[in-house]
């Protein structure tokens, strides 16, 4: 049978429900902890974290690959880790706006909500 024989074999298409938060569930992965956490830390550096912030995102429990590292490496380890990729890597941050190529006046027309198109609102 294929997923789409299973109702319900897609969570991804479910909506996110308060009663049912989603949790990550599941055993020990064989491999280096601490160059799972080099890797985890560098990406969230390039999305803008700050040491400082996974720093304290690691001892909270809801950011369990995080914490899960502080707990199997400890807190000296799992700060030199979270700083060494700081130095390394630094932080990402970025903007994105857009703009016109070249400034154009426009009309702007302000009314009352129910008034357009009478006399009074127009």
């Known amino acids: 049978m294929s997923v ?3 109702p319900g ?6 909506p996110s429900e308060p009663e049912h938060p989603m949790v990550v569930e599941g055993g020990v992965v ?4 601490a160059l799972m956490l080099r890797c985890l830390v ?3 550096m390039m999305t803008g974290m700050a040491p400082t912030q996974l720093r304290a995102m690691s001892r909270d429990r809801r950011y369990q690959a995080l914490y899960a590292a502080r707990a199997a490496l ?4 799992t700060d030199e880790i979270i700083e060494g990729a700081g130095r390394r890597v630094g932080v990402h941050r970025h903007a994105v706006w857009e ?4 400034f154009r006046p426009v009309t702007l027309t302000i009314s009352s909500p129910g008034r357009a198109g009478t006399k009074e609102g127009a």
């Not at 064989?30 to 902890?33: I, M, N, S």
């Not at 703009?99 to 070249?102: P, R």
């Open 4 to 6: 789409d024989e299973h």
């Open 30 to 33: 064989d491999g280096d902890t």
């Open 42 to 44: 560098e990406e969230l």
């Open 99 to 102: 703009s016109a190529d070249a």
């Open 74 to 77: 400890g807190d000296a380890r």
């Open 9 to 14: 074999a897609r969570p991804w298409e479910h």
